[in-house]
């Protein structure tokens, strides 16, 4: 299940012409994440019309039986994303994941990619803010 949204924020230039950053309103959603499947899939795919600040991103992995990766991609040229952050989570570690906080002036993704081997799909509540 990929959730995608859109962003309309419309950011007035500051004094001096700069641009004033406007912040993302907050998401909060789950992601249906499939563990038997070793292909990375899009928890969030996130269009943004113009520069927001992220406070942060929240992922709760307790339902999670599997290693995974959390990646965290920028629209960087309007055209492809390009990877900027990449987390591996292990089971052992604890549940709750932050990605701390970072400005975009173009479209943002998540992903997750574990080995497959996983029963199933599990739930991953997670927040954007």
């Known amino acids: 299940m990929k959730r995608t949204t859109s962003l309309v924020n419309q950011s007035p230039t500051a004094a001096g012409g700069g641009v004033v950053l406007g912040d993302i309103p907050a998401i909060s959603a789950t992601f249906s994440y499939d563990e038997t499947d070793n ?47 990449e987390n591996v989570w292990a089971v052992a570690d604890d549940d709750g994941v932050l990605v701390e906080g970072f400005t975009v002036y173009s479209d ?10 996983g029963a199933g ?6 927040a954007v803010v």
Request: with cysteine.
């Open 39 to 85: 292909t990375e899939q899009t928890l969030l795919d996130q269009a943004i019309a113009s520069p927001v600040h992220i406070g942060s991103i929240w992922l709760d992995m307790v339902n999670v039986t599997q290693q995974t990766t959390i990646s965290v991609y920028h629209k960087i040229d309007g055209t492809n994303y390009r990877k900027f952050q």
């Open 121 to 126: 799909s599990v739930n991953v509540p997670y």
């Open 108 to 117: 943002l993704k998540i992903t997750l990619q574990c080995g497959g081997g």
